[in-house]
């Protein structure tokens, strides 16, 4: 179930995607730059640390972790690129239809808007209000997948254990919830914060907008990571195999510095389409 | 020109439906304005309000499982147990194999001392999840209510075995151990307990006595017996103090007695915020800072500590205990020259203290001063013998 696009709208929706989808047709010019898809930086085979015994207490223990090398996109999914996966959803939809997959509109928040009209305003802002699913589903369209939890934490953390994927050090190298930042009670584009890149070069893994990954939610999941990990690391951990709540990762523009940490794990239902929650995609090396 | 034709014709078609498609989609904007909105308020901690938007969006759109349960979990968050249990039953009547929103309404069954009622969701939970530990920890905790002790054994077991450590699971272990008048497991467990859990847990200690009691060694039961009255005395005086300090939030002797009976327990985390406040009513009184300076020296922070310290000596210049707490805080960062400054000082103030010249003496060993170190030893073994 889609909770914030019910099918009783669907029909004025339909009409006014295919209007949109008309107007475009005849010429009017759509200025979505697209972002390069190609930004999938390498992450190396190895062990790294994962969790922390002083934060937390689902952060808890702090154990090792072996992943195998693996891709990972350099910038969050933008609105842009998600366009183009929307678009085809739509090419196969018929009129009285919503397309599957379509991000939620956010009327009241007039700084990310409405879809698609959002994808044109603010083509490299990260696209937000999409589901678990639909995020899951865009991945498998680009013929990648989701970061499992301990990808996204390696990709932000390195192996130094930052606490921000910059270092250790409070700084406004990211988008919050605190407004010195640039970018008040608003998204910023992917890419805005430079200074904020992890030790692997990943762009905005703190703040602007949560992350999906793709495990299930357990608050007590690193303690059978680290039972295992008494002989050695885990290697490549999934997660629970089942849950109710799917893993977010990397805060967001409505939250605190100090939910952007590393380490700092949060979790909603996976159909919950909400303007704070976005996605980046991974891929194996094999 | 075909393309405008078609678009013509469509806004043609569409124009009846638009007053009601506009409406319905006004209030699913509504909608999500409110869900918004209360997850922001959520996340801040701000639960009235987020039961508010979370009622607001559900009176619009009431059929969303997720919603739901997340009201519930505001209620929860507020302790309103039984409009949770309401929210949570809403919930799985949509969604009746939720493992989340079953274990949460174990838990507020649990809350609300329905225990019978607590163990059907809970038990569900550990079928659907295996591992889940909380789960485990609340269906065990259940039976134990329940007094169905030896159900209770394995599933606390498991859930022993899925978060190593648990004070609390060593606790409800020992307990029912203790009422299948298995006595050396139950004294196991409950030294377990008392070994993982927080200091001034009392609980275990009073188990232990009576398993004690009860395997014959009264000696042993008394002592148990002894230092669970002491815990429980402390924790009722830490009860009235919180209380008193709710009530009369400018009661600067309330905070005072809060502070010394959280340092006499070693909470130093919960000292730390006491002390602050007690600074925030006095700002000027030096002992709150003193007190602040020790706490984070316990905990490990000692350039808080020696900022803490340095305010301390600054507002009280003349009293040699200050000066040896800020060179405490200095030699905890290997600033052996400030921290022998400040030593020297405690001592030019008062001679008489033995701590101070062990202090000294101790500082000088490190430095590589063995004269020194063993003169200042002397005086102290000389003025703790004088004090005996």
């Known amino acids: 179930m889609n909770i914030f696009y019910p099918s009783r709208n669907s029909h004025f929706r339909s009409v006014a995607c295919g209007l949109f989808l008309l107007l475009f047709s005849i010429g009017m010019r759509f200025g979505v730059s697209a972002q ?16 922390s015994d002083t934060r937390a207490a689902d952060e808890k223990p702090m154990h090792k972790v072996y992943l195998n090398a693996y891709y990972i996109s350099k910038y969050e999914v933008t609105n842009a690129e998600y366009y183009e996966f929307w678009k085809q959803q739509l090419e196969m939809t018929s009129p009285e239809q919503t397309p599957q997959h379509t991000p939620e509109n956010f009327t009241h928040l007039p700084q990310i808007g409405d879809w698609p009209a959002r994808a044109e305003q603010f083509p490299n802002h990260p696209v937000v209000g999409v589901s678990w699913h639909d995020a899951n589903a865009y991945a498998a369209w680009k013929g990648m997948r989701l970061p499992t939890e301990a990808e996204w934490e390696k990709a932000a953390r390195g192996y130094t254990n930052r606490t921000w994927p910059w270092g250790n050090a409070l700084e406004s190298y990211a988008n919050t919830a605190a407004n010195e930042d640039g970018y008040e009670n608003c998204l910023a584009p992917v890419g805005s914060f430079p200074k904020g890149k ?35 690391p885990k290697q490549n951990p999934t997660g629970p195999a089942v849950g109710s709540w799917r893993v977010i990762r990397g805060g967001s523009w409505i939250d605190p510095i100090a939910r952007c940490s590393t380490t700092f794990r949060f979790y909603l239902y996976p159909n919950l389409k909400t303007s704070f929650v976005g996605f980046r995609l991974a891929k194996s090396t094999f | 020109m075909r393309n405008y034709l078609t678009l013509v014709i469509l806004l043609i078609l569409c124009l009846p439906s638009f007053g009601i498609i506009n409406e319905k989609s006004d209030d699913h904007s509504t909608y999500v304005q409110h869900v918004e909105q209360a997850f922001i308020l959520m996340f801040q901690g701000d639960n009235l309000g987020a039961i508010s938007a979370f009622e607001a969006a559900l009176a619009i759109e009431p059929d969303h499982h997720e919603i739901l349960h997340y009201l519930g979990m505001a209620h929860a968050q507020e302790e309103f147990w039984n409009k949770a249990t309401e929210s949570y039953q809403r919930s799985l009547a949509l969604m ?9 309404l174990g838990v507020a069954y649990f809350r609300l001392d329905r225990w019978t009622d607590a163990v059907p969701s809970l038990q569900r939970v550990i079928e659907l999840s295996p591992q889940h530990a909380r789960g485990h920890e609340m269906l065990g905790k259940s039976l134990v209510k329940r007094r169905r002790y030896a159900e209770a054994i394995p599933i606390l077991t498991k859930a022993l075995s899925l978060t190593p450590h ?56 008394r002592v148990e017996m002894q230092i669970y009255q002491r815990l429980q005395k402390e924790f009722a005086e830490y009860e009235r103090l919180t209380r008193l300090t709710r009530a009369e939030p400018n009661n600067l002797e ?19 915020s ?3 406040k007690c600074i925030e009513l006095a700002p000027n009184n030096a002992h709150f800072y003193h007190g602040l300076s020790r706490a984070f020296m316990s905990l490990n922070y000692p350039k808080h500590a020696a900022e803490a310290a340095r305010k301390a000596v600054q507002l009280m210049p003349n009293q040699a205990i200050l000066y040896n707490t800020l060179g405490s805080t200095y030699a905890m960062q290997g600033e ?17 203290e033995p701590y101070y010249h062990l202090n000294l003496s101790r500082l000088y060993q490190g430095m590589g001063n063995q004269k020194l170190a063993q003169e200042h030893h002397r005086i102290y073994e000389h003025l703790l013998s004088k004090q005996k």
Do not use: C
């Open chain 1, 36 to 51: 390069d898809t190609e930004h999938l930086i390498l992450i190396s085979a190895g062990t790294f640390t994962m969790g």
């Open chain 1, 198 to 232: 992890s030790y692997y070069g990943v762009m905005d893994m703190a703040g602007n907008v949560w992350e999906w990954t793709a495990d299930w939610y357990s608050d007590v999941y690193y303690w059978h990571t680290s039972q295992a990990a008494m002989k050695r």
């Open chain 2, 96 to 104: 009746p194999d939720n493992i989340e929103a079953l274990y949460s």
């Open chain 2, 166 to 221: 648990a004070a609390g699971l060593y606790y409800e272990l020992g307990t029912a151990h203790l009422n299948l008048k298995a006595y050396p497991e139950a004294i196991e467990n409950f030294k377990l307990a008392i070994a993982y859990g927080p200091t001034g847990y009392a609980e275990p200690h009073h188990g232990l006595g009576t398993a004690y009691f009860r395997s014959g060694d009264r000696e042993k039961s």
């Open chain 2, 254 to 272: 309330a905070w005072t007695e809060l502070a010394t009976l959280l340092m006499n327990q070693k909470n130093f985390a919960k000292a730390v």
């Open chain 2, 274 to 276: 006491v002390f602050q």
């Open chain 2, 336 to 352: 052996s020259q400030k921290a022998l400054s400040a030593f020297r000082k405690a001592v030019e103030l008062d001679s008489d």
